[in-house]
């Protein structure tokens, strides 16, 4: 039995999925008894709020406890297999020069997406990002917004959540991944476009055989915003404001025109991003199969005659329930229907 045998058997979408559920509980059960927290010390100290709180230290905090320590548990157990879970594979120059512009090229169409959105939800992590900047510049807004969640993310979702899906079509593996991955934000705002960088982080996670290149592109894109918004708030510190309530300007003709010109610099950006990724796509095909090195392995467990496992476990399912409940919750019962019976009460 060769090696790639041993790690698909060993490493199932069960396991990957099981982790990644565990992952949510985590971060969910973290929500609740911070807010519990938080609420007692609001009753013993009626003057404290929770804008006393360093926003990078929320961040912070949410990364090591949410990915950081369910991940450092897990590597101890399976530290056997780290090679197979975390590859560190040298990217090479020019996978890191084509991984770059890749990451640049992508982030108008989710910029786009995002700016929908919304019109219909509140953008909960510019407020974070914002506090981020004020508080401790951009050397910490790049440390807190851009080098800690690519590595823990990535190690969480790319390394351990990506592993089980040897046996799995690539386009499957990356609707799954990139799913979990934008239901973990826990908003609507975020989901939307965390679910189309996480599917895309796993294509290059697949191509390139390295955990360095979801890394180094997640750094580009959260880099890359958090310099934006420095900058931004450094030319018009009010300017934040109003992007933040984009929504209530929607019949505004500067507001209109200024998505259609974000809709042509997303497609323009995004044909780059083609023309980029199929180089990219044939380079690492070329190279894995220089080094030896199996690219589709589903399709090599398939002609061995393997079973492909299932992909979509009960974690999966589940997932996908919690998280409608808590958007239900969220976005219609607290809003709409707690302030309606306190009226009628």
Request: with cysteine; net charge negative; hydrophobic share 55%.
């Amino acid at each position: 039995m060769n090696d790639n045998n041993i790690i698909r058997q060993t490493f199932t979408p069960s396991n990957s999925n099981n982790f990644m559920f565990i992952l949510i509980g985590v971060g969910i059960l973290l929500q609740l008894v911070i807010g519990m927290i938080l609420g007692v010390v609001m009753i013993v100290n009626p003057e404290f709020s929770i804008g006393d709180i360093p926003f990078w230290a929320l961040i912070l905090g949410s990364q090591v406890l949410t990915f950081g320590i369910p991940c450092s548990i897990y590597l101890l157990i399976k530290r056997k297999h780290i090679k197979e879970i975390l590859p560190l594979r040298p990217l090479g120059w020019l996978n890191v020069l084509m991984i770059i512009g890749l990451s640049l090229m992508i982030q108008p169409l989710f910029m786009l997406i995002n700016a929908v959105s919304q019109l219909i939800f509140p953008n909960v992590i510019l407020d974070a990002m914002m506090g981020v900047n004020l508080e401790g510049g951009l050397w910490l807004t790049l440390l807190i917004v851009a080098v800690v969640p690519s590595i823990f993310e990535e190690v969480a979702f790319r390394g351990i959540g990506f592993v089980g899906y040897k046996s799995v079509k690539i386009s499957t593996a990356a609707i799954i991944n990139g799913l979990v991955f934008g239901i973990i934000h826990m908003n609507m705002n975020q989901f939307l476009y965390a679910f189309m960088l996480g599917a895309v982080f796993c294509y290059f996670m697949y191509y390139t055989k390295s955990l360095w290149a979801p890394i180094l592109a997640h750094f580009i894109v959260n880099g890359t915003q958090s310099f934006m918004l420095f900058i931004l708030t450094l030319i018009d510190p009010d300017a934040m404001d109003a992007t933040a309530e984009i929504n209530m300007y929607l019949g505004d003709f500067e507001t209109v025109l200024a998505f259609i010109s974000l809709g042509v610099i997303a497609l323009f950006a995004t044909g780059i991003f083609i023309a980029i990724y199929i180089p990219f796509k044939r380079y690492n095909l070329q190279r894995n199969e220089s080094e030896g090195i199996v690219t589709d392995t589903a399709a090599a467990a398939r002609e061995a005659g393997e079973q492909p496992p299932k992909a979509f476990t009960w974690a999966i399912w589940v997932t996908i329930a919690i998280f409608a409940m808590m958007m239900v919750m969220n976005y219609i019962i607290v809003p709409v229907l707690l302030p309606a019976l306190e009226t009628i009460i």
